[in-house]
């Protein structure tokens, strides 16, 4: 394999051309600018019980890196509220009280049949973040956007995760 030329070095630098990214890395991004640039360590299983209930283990959130300044992050949490405002999730309909930030992305695959992967990453509520989600959903037709396919998901997963967690502390 030949090395890429320096036109598909830049397409890289914008997500084009042969970038990959995992669900799970998209939703790490969002979950590290939600709590001021530190990235916490995934894991799959919160507790382990027993057959009658009994709690075994229990994971500790544990830092894994720090991504960027709790600054950085702040400017970046502001950006990304404006897309939900005014920029290209505005039409998505996402609440107010949810005070959500959200970040949209089309990315090219190269497949004629369906060239893009359209995606939305997001956390909520921004003042306050309880929940980071990552939306990627592959294989759309070329015209369509991240806000138009991914958007209406991502609205739908952060009102029933804060649902859930209001329902689950006894908040109305």
Known sequence: ISP???????????G???????ALS???????????????????VQNITDSQGANISTHT??????ASTPQAAASVTSLMKLVVTQGTAAGVGFP???????KTGTAQTGNPQANTDDWMIGFAPANNPQV????????Q????????????????????????QSSSNGAP
Not at 16 to 22: D, F, G, K, L
Not at 61 to 66: I, L, N
Not at 132 to 139: D, F, G, N, R, T
Not at 141 to 164: C, H, R, S, W, Y
Request: hydrophobic share 55%; proline share 7%.
């Open 4 to 14: 890429p030329t320096q036109a598909f070095l830049a397409y890289s630098a914008i």
């Open 61 to 66: 959130p544990t830092p894994w890196m720090t």
């Open 96 to 102: 107010s009280q949810l005070d959500a930030a959200v």
């Open 132 to 139: 980071a989600v990552a939306v990627v959903v592959p294989y």
């Open 141 to 164: 037709n070329f015209v369509d956007t991240g806000a138009g396919v991914a958007g209406p998901i991502m609205k739908a997963m952060l009102e029933a995760a804060l649902n859930q």
């Open 26 to 44: 998209n939703a790490l991004v969002a979950a590290g600018i939600a709590n001021s640039g530190v990235v916490m360590k995934p894991y799959l």
């Open 16 to 22: 084009q051309y042969n970038v990959t990214a995992s």
